[in-house]
């Protein structure tokens, strides 16, 4: 069985998972809507997909099983809403809402139609960190104390992206957040944020940050802290490990290259040279993959929709921690 | 020029400082004040300086020119006091004192008196903490933007340890406030702490703490994170690095052995196996190396009173942070 | 333009080329020559090619552009010789031939025909070596010293192999004798070989090598060194450095995983799990890519037959310093 | 009991040895024989150590438990068999000998005299070799099937060193020799050198070498390969490992420090500082620790005349085998 899955949006994101769909033998990619025509035509001609500009045309469609939803996040709640209202198997980008109400609604609609709704946190599919998870889950490092994370993007986002309070929360650190609760394998109960801007002039007049470290606390008694800066000049840095009571799981940064060069001024070696799309190209690939398999053989969604309203939950926390310069509890 | 130099507390640390300072031509160390006869009488032993119960009998020794303090923590300001009026060069343990008005008090009374007052922050002399601070200082990273510490001790302090409200963070991340301060090259202005006693039931009966994560923010608006864990099973673990605007300077564990054995299960390599005697010993010897080049050259304190004084403000502020779930400011 | 290429033997090697011609848009694998018919239909489905049995009906086929000899090397040499006169250009499985002779009638009919002979010496490819060699040619080491190589197969090829005198070297060590030649960048001039036979038993039968070192001299005065084993348990292990006047440029092993556990007994990170077509995978890809730029641009071969007669003239040499137990000059 | 020793020969290891003799409980110091007034003042004034400018003067000073050897080599046969039929237990710096026959008579006078004569290859008493050998002797690689060293020099010699044909070989490839049977755990039954006078024209001049590769062959059916140069601009590099039939046993170099700076232009770190007095430092106190307890407590000398003799029978053959071109057998 083939999937017919649309997708919805095609800029930066959508782009990467229509190229993974079209790969993938699993997926039929039939239509795309997206209101940019040149963005839509990019796809559309490395696909071969129908194009649409308005999405609401795919929900009736009685050709799809299934859509991806790589459009701007505040639609996300809505799309879902009426995806799943017509029978269609979902797979939402991350935020899945920009807040607990339309997330709540989401979800709630994906259950009451009984279909799947996968929130794409795909990170948790990297080869690296499900070995972090599985050491947690056998008990390698017993109990979990710590989760440490440190993730730092390379660079500034540029001037057309949409800063604004709370968004670095909710578009970036989203990610450790829902690594935190994977890697712990407990929800958050309290966090503690604080953030600055001193480097992303932008976000400094939007109320957004460029830096922010936070301290969290586990249901399940561990603590853990997150460091997240947007610039790192050597490059794309995602570390993370598990500190428990018998030992500690660690992931280092995954190197371009193994080489160095060696001379009276010491060793030298390479940046880390790359973004998400490449450091995180095999998770985005399971991702599509483990949809499939999700509603073909009714395997566990890696991430669904809770998963998704969690991490919000945590993310809108943490920015009521920073503003209110207080510990929030979850 | 040798200093002649009474130590007053002759326990685990005092022992320690008492080897270095006799194996260093820079000192004599004339006499030992320890209220314990066999703990006092170890020293004596291994240095040949003579002994005394109590340690007031030094404050009027007119043969000493100063004294390194490794008593219990609720005495040193007293201490200090009392030997900044006699004219005495003090190298105190840290923490410098239990409160802020001991902290002032003993501050005040070095100044009055002209004399020294260094505290033992000694991982500031730890070699390779030093290229941290120089690739900072020569702006090498740019200007700073997130302080990383990870410090955790390899087991459990014993039963006769005295456990208490914030002690973890006065006895132990004490250190790790110093090292942030020291790093960011900015005193710190915001706090916030989370602690947990998951591990040490002691610590839990006692409603201190085994491991905790700090928040930071500094003057200089970089922000800063602490990971600290009284059990790392694997050895203790010794991590700092400072992200700027324009890079990262890193310091890693300080492996005790470079070998490995790799066979068809992986690559296997030893525990850190050492704790702070051995991990710091250097450091522990450059500190009255130090001590001895301001008494005898004027050349500046590695940390002084005023830094002894930051840290306890910051201990104490953690430990309000933890209790009152809030962002402390200094 | 789109290369019309047929390929000769479809086993385990054949299987590979024939993937990465296939998903390769600057190919068009239009025929496979395999006799073994199990093994050609395999190719058939997986690539919709044609199949014929003997290799001979490829040679005058007027749609043919290439071949990619992927065929016992025995035959190598005719079946150069045949497509060369029949004008297709030659993509050549390592080694070339079996004998110095059979080699330089090879490398003469591609000359005299006119069409490209490019031997598959894919390792020059990979992303990893090309830095060193990338250093090398810079000038970032000085002039090369020492060209040291380890390269060490995870285990014992089956009972199926061939073995027999001077295979190791021809079929394995060959590899390394070619990177020696290229991170030089000058003629092996002298070799010494040592080798043993005591894992393998099939080997010691065979007066085969399971294990071999190699000291190697250079035109331009560096000296080289390879250790070459068919069983390292913990995994393929390839590295290679070149030492030079001013430094050294060197290549660990590429690891699947970043991550380890630490506990109470130490650190460990998983062994090196993949072989060959994992670890070389974009340097059999590129092999095919850099063929077709030769073809289509006139751009430089990577390695053409002069570097698959070198390469011969090494293996056979270390042969023979084996064997007479001398130093062997080329 | 102190064991009265005197040092023979103050030059740069005489001293080297004399202060770890000084810093010593289990030795005291009495004499130090040396020729050069200067060289000979510097230890004294350091050691307290008497001096006398002939050797000669030793061997029958009845106060005179052992003495160590640090006199140029030629003599140290000579001394040897003096020292041994005084009754004196003896430490000699390598190599023992510069031939075959002094080497046995050494050994043979010792025995006769029934006095200890230790060989001083302190490299196997580094706790990071030590490892290897460990991980070696408990099985955990299986049987050995290839030693791999690589020792490089930080630089080359000075004018003042005086170089001739095979004495790399016996001076410094001496030490890899040692240690590849130490490793091992089995004598060398065969070697191939090849060698280079590239760097240093004073060494081209007087037919030595500055840089050698030397594949080995062992008893126990091991290989063995050493990759010896005298010119690593990067520093000291001290590399050892073993591959057996059920894994690798390797030790990588002792970093000065465990820091790296991270920029947009890559990761940096530093070059290898030291030379063999900081790298072996902790070796060359074990050294004279093992002597004592050897004398004192009949522990097994870590090195013996044996074992100086058997590595200047494999240099002596590196140099033939370098000479005539072939594989020489022991």
Redesign the interface.
Known sequence: MTIKIGLVGAGFIGLLHARNLSASPLFELTVVAEPNEATANRVAQETGARVVADWTELVDDPLLDAVLLASPAELHADQVVAFADAGKHILCEKPLALNLEDADRAVAAAQEAGVLLQVDFNRRLD??HA??RT?VEEG????P??V?I?S?DPGLPGPDYRRGPGKMFMDTTIHDFDMARFLAGSEIT?V?????A??DELAREADDAD???????FAN?????I?N?R?????Y?QRAEV?G???????????D???????????????LPTFFPERYAESFRLAVERFAASIVDGAPLPSDGRDGRAAIAVALAAETSRRE???VSL
């Not at 390698?140 to 109990?143: D, E, F, L, Q, S």
């Not at 503690?192 to 600055?196: D, G, I």
């Not at 009571?245 to 190197?255: F, I, L, P, R, Y």
């Open positions: 080869p690296h070995v972090l050491a390698r490092v017993g109990a104390t710590i440490n440190i730092r309290e503690s944020a604080l953030s600055a001193t480097i830096t922010t470290v936070v301290a969290l606390r008694g561990a603590l853990g802290i460091d800066s610039q790192a000049r050597y490059g840095d500190l009571t018998e030992g500690m799981a660690t992931c280092g940064n995954v190197q290259t193994v080489t160095a060069v060696a001379t009276a001024s010491g060793f030298a070696s390479p940046a310069r207080r510990v």
